[in-house]
C-alpha cells in the first residue's frame, strides 16, 4: 500500500493573478455572494489581527474566513505602509496563502503584493453603492486620488452608468494629474477642485479613499439623495467622517459592525451618539433582500413612499470573508490555465 503524497503548494505570482482576476462582472458576484454567505450566518470569520508599526507609519492586518461550502480559505497578510510613496514604493503590499477547507494542507502562495486585496476592496465598494445608492446615480464625487480611488470609480461603472467626476485631494497637483488621467483613460468628465464642499454638492456618490487621521467629510456637505461609501478607516487611528454624518444619515451601513467599532467610522461616535445611531450590516441586508430606499417591506412601508432625498452611508473596513472569496476566485481561474 503506498502512502498518500502532499501536493506540493504552488506559487503565483502578481503578474500571473492580474491576468486571471479584475473588476469584471463575474468577480462582483463573487464578492455579492461574500456577503451574502456572511449574512446568512454561513461565515467563520474570526477579528482581524492587527500591528501598528507607528515610527515607519505602517500598519500590518491578518485576515481570514471560511465560507460554508467553499473547498478553500485564505489567510492574508496585507502591511500598509504610508511613507512609501516618497520613497517611489507602493503603499500597500501583501499576500495570500491558500488552505484546502478539507485537510487544511496549503494548496497555493498568491504573491500578489496587495492586488487582490485592491480589488476586493473596489468590488465591495461596488456592491454597497449597487445596495443603497440611487439606481440613476450619475455624478461621483471621489475624496483620495490614489489607487484605490481609481479602483472604486472603475467598479463602479459596473453597477452605475456614470457620467462624470468630481474629485478631491490633499496633494492639489495630484488630484489635478488624477483628473487628467481618468478622463483620458474613462473618456468621462472629471473635475479637481480645492474644497471639499465644492467636490460634494452636486454628487449622487461620495466615495472616501484615504488614510486620513482626522474626519474630512461632515454632514453639512452632503447633498439631498446622496450615498457615501467611507472606505479609508481600517484602524484604530483612522477616521474619514465627522460623527453627524452616522448619526444624521437615514441609514447607516457597515460590512461589520464589530470591525465598524474598533477600526471604522463607528468608534468616533460617543455614547450617546452611538445609541442614537441605527446600524445595519451590508450581509443581512442582501441575504434578507432588502432595499432601504425602496421602503422597509418588514415595516409595511409600500415603495412608492421612497424619495431621492434618502442619505445613506456604508463603511466598509475590509473582510476577511472577501479575502477567501477572490482568492478561491483566482485559484480556480488560474488552476484552468
Not at 472616501?208 to 439631498?224: C, F, G, I, N, R
Amino acid at each position: 500500500m503506498t502512502e498518500p503524497t502532499q501536493e506540493s503548494m504552488q506559487t503565483y505570482s502578481r503578474e500571473q493573478i492580474e491576468q486571471v482576476v479584475g473588476l469584471d462582472a463575474t468577480a462582483l458576484g463573487t464578492i455579492r455572494d461574500a456577503f451574502i454567505a456572511l449574512g446568512q450566518g454561513k461565515v467563520v470569520q474570526p477579528p482581524i489581527l492587527s500591528m501598528a508599526i507607528e515610527e515607519a507609519n505602517g500598519e500590518v492586518d491578518v485576515k481570514t474566513a471560511h465560507i460554508q461550502g467553499l473547498k478553500h480559505f485564505a489567510i492574508k497578510i496585507s502591511p500598509g505602509f504610508f511613507n512609501n510613496p516618497a520613497r517611489g514604493l507602493p503603499s500597500l503590499n501583501g499576500l495570500m496563502v491558500v488552505f484546502s477547507a478539507e485537510t487544511g494542507l496549503a494548496k497555493a502562495l498568491l504573491d500578489d503584493g496587495g492586488y487582490l486585496t485592491a480589488i476586493r476592496t473596489a468590488l465591495a465598494g461596488a456592491v454597497a453603492a449597487e445596495a443603497l445608492s440611487r439606481p440613476d446615480s450619475k455624478r461621483v464625487a471621489l475624496i483620495g486620488a490614489g489607487e484605490q480611488a481609481s479602483l472604486q470609480l472603475e467598479a463602479l461603472r459596473l453597477v452605475r452608468d456614470i457620467e462624470s467626476v468630481d474629485v478631491w485631494a490633499r496633494d492639489k497637483e495630484r488630484g489635478e494629474r488624477f483628473a487628467r488621467d481618468t478622463e483620458q483613460r474613462l473618456g468621462i468628465t472629471v473635475r479637481s477642485h480645492d474644497s471639499l464642499h465644492a467636490v460634494c454638492q452636486n454628487a449622487d456618490i461620495i466615495i472616501t479613499a484615504t488614510p486620513s487621521h482626522t474626519p474630512l467629510l461632515e454632514y453639512s456637505m452632503l447633498p439631498e439623495g446622496v450615498h457615501v461609501t467611507a472606505m479609508g478607516s481600517d484602524s484604530p487611528e483612522k477616521r474619514e467622517l465627522e460623527a453627524d454624518v452616522l448619526t444624521d444619515c437615514d441609514y447607516f451601513v457597515c460590512d461589520s459592525r464589530a470591525q465598524s467599532e474598533i477600526n471604522g467610522e463607528l468608534k468616533g461616535l460617543d455614547e450617546d451618539q452611538a445609541k442614537a445611531c441605527e446600524v445595519y450590516e451590508l450581509g443581512k441586508l442582501l441575504a434578507d433582500g432588502r432595499r432601504l430606499r425602496e421602503g422597509d417591506q418588514n415595516s409595511g412601508e409600500q415603495a412608492e413612499t421612497a424619495t431621492d432625498t434618502l442619505i445613506t452611508v456604508a463603511d466598509l473596513t475590509g473582510t476577511g470573508v472577501q479575502d477567501t472569496a477572490i482568492a478561491s476566485l483566482a485559484l480556480a481561474r488560474l488552476a484552468q490555465r
